[in-house]
Structures are given as C-alpha cells and as structure tokens.
C-alpha cells in the first residue's frame, strides 16, 4: 500500500496526492494499492496525517520516498514525531537545479527548527 500525501497549492490544478497518484497508476501500481492524503500543507503535515492513516489501518512497516535533496529533513520530521521508518531517497531528475534545491531546503531546515518541527 502507497500514501501519496499532499495538498494543493496556489497555483496548482490538483493535489500533491492527486498527482503521485496519477503517476504511480502510469508507471503500473493498481489504484486500490493507493491511498491519498490531500489535506497536508508541508512535509510536517505529510507524516502526521499520513501517520494517522496507518495507524487508522493498524500499523505496519513504513518506508518514506522522498527527493535525495529532501530525504534529510524528512528524517528529521519522523525523528521528532517519534516515527520509525526506512528512508528512500529518489534521485532528483534535473541536476542542473540542484544548487535551487540545496538552498531551499537549507531555508526549510531553518523553519522547522524555528517551528521545533525537528
């Protein structure tokens, strides 16, 4: 079973989960396997509500894909809320933004430490 968690955006069509969703569906993984969480604002918000399903589910083994650039703040959030789970870091498609990346997650590191997310 996959949870794909994530709010919509300004700006944005649909969903965070809506399109995990679709993209796992086009990659081969059966729609009932897929759960969406589309409530979550920021990635803090991901675990709690995505961790309030599993527990609603009775728990299990969890494993957390996320973007290599984000994996070390997701580890962090899981850490503080007290979640145990295997990290999957996914290599980013485009490197030549990776320098964008490293700097904006340097600025999300410093708000969740400011918000005592981590």
Request: glycine share 10%.
């Amino acid at each position: 079973v996959a949870i794909v968690s994530g709010g919509q955006g300004h700006g944005e069509d649909i969903t965070e989960a809506e399109a995990m969703e679709r993209y796992l569906i086009n990659h081969g993984i059966e729609a009932s396997r897929i759960i969406k969480e589309g409530k979550a604002r920021n990635t803090n918000e991901n675990f709690i509500y995505s961790y309030d399903i599993i527990n609603e589910r009775g728990g299990g083994s969890i494993a957390v894909v996320s973007s290599d650039y984000h994996i070390f703040r997701a580890r962090l959030l899981c850490k503080k809320q007290g979640i145990a789970a295997t990290m999957l870091s996914a290599k980013s498609s485009l490197p030549v933004l990776r320098l964008n990346y490293a700097v904006r997650e340097g600025f999300a590191l410093i708000k969740a430490r400011l918000l005592e997310h981590i």
